[in-house]
């Protein structure tokens, strides 16, 4: 692969990243979806890890599966193009740099929620985000892994 094509791969990777971070934003604050309609009264926040985990699969007949799955799976699944495409977009492409920043920016939604009364501040979340992020990552060490390996038969079999 070409120093034009590496260099291709990576700005396309910048800008999903970029759309990624403006859609997490919208989503996680803004959306009417997923119940941001309008101010709290008060401050709601969860300071108990695995407190919310523990209830939503207790009560998971109550709450019902949507819920239940969007709560526990949601917050992995949303942060996973996170830790796929901020390795791809950055010059942090290690395991540390990805725990660092996929906590770093589930704890600035987290506040933005508690402070705004926009939400619940909760530290399950913060745990769930990360994990998501720590997924995307392996995917995306995988796919370099696979890409490399690719790259390197290819240019092997050109030398012959």
């Known amino acids: 692969m070409s120093t034009k094509q590496n260099r291709r791969i990576r700005f396309f990777g910048k800008i999903l990243f ?6 997490i934003i919208y989503f ?3 959306s ?15 300071l ?6 523990k209830r939503f699969w207790n009560y998971r007949d109550q709450v019902g599966l949507f819920a239940m799955f969007t709560n526990l799976f949601g917050n992995v699944i949303i ?5 796929f495409f901020m390795p791809m977009a950055s010059r942090y492409r290690n395991f540390f740099s990805t725990v660092f920043y996929s906590f770093g920016l589930s704890l600035c939604v987290e506040t933005f929620q508690l402070v705004t009364k926009v939400g619940c501040f909760d530290v399950d ?9 720590l997924v995307g990552y392996v995917i995306f060490a995988v796919c370099a892994a696979i890409r490399r390996r690719y790259v390197y038969k290819e240019n092997r ?4």
């Open 157 to 160: 079999h050109r030398r012959r």
């Open 32 to 46: 009417d979806w997923y119940g941001r309609t309008g101010e709290m009264q008060e401050y709601h926040y969860n």
């Open 28 to 30: 996680l604050i803004f």
């Open 125 to 133: 979340d913060l745990l769930l985000n990360t994990i998501g992020g």
């Open 18 to 23: 970029v759309l990624y971070i403006v859609f």
């Open 48 to 53: 108990v890890l695995f407190k919310e985990i």
């Open 79 to 83: 942060f996973m193009p996170f830790g």
